[in-house]
């Protein structure tokens, strides 16, 4: 299983940039699949989740600017980010839980994406 994610770039603020992450290889089922970011010298942090009936959790951060989505057909998250700010400047990683047969769910991260915002 893999996940490919694309979508960064650089922005000024109040701009707006759409990632998306599509997972390939055997795929039985995916759970819950998510985005998070890591700014230098700071923990890789929450940003939103999405289940697989498509409930949603966003970090209070970017409430109101970030919403994610996905699309179940084609194994694809999206997260739309708009009125985007400094602080939002980070790599950008997708996660996503996968069902095994007979074996507990296994969790996958993406190689991660650059958003700068900057004027």
């Known amino acids: 299983v893999q996940l490919v994610e694309s979508g960064g770039g650089l922005v000024q603020p109040g701009g707006s940039l759409r990632l998306s992450c599509t997972a390939s290889?055997?795929?039985?089922?995916?759970?819950?699949m998510g985005w998070y970011r890591q700014a230098p010298g700071n923990q890789r942090e929450l940003v939103a989740t999405?289940?697989?009936?498509?409930?949603?959790n966003y970090a209070d951060s970017v409430k109101g600017r970030f919403t994610i989505a996905r699309d179940n057909a084609k194994n694809t998250v999206y997260l739309q980010m708009n009125s985007l700010k400094a602080e939002d400047t980070a790599v950008y990683y997708c996660?996503?839980?996968?069902?095994?047969?007979?074996?507990?769910?296994?969790?996958?991260w993406g190689q991660g994406t650059q958003a700068t915002v900057s004027s």
């Open positions: 996660n996503a839980r996968f069902a095994r047969p007979f074996a507990t769910a296994l969790d996958y």
């Open positions: 290889g055997i795929i039985f089922k995916i759970y819950d």
């Open positions: 999405i289940t697989s009936s498509s409930s949603t």
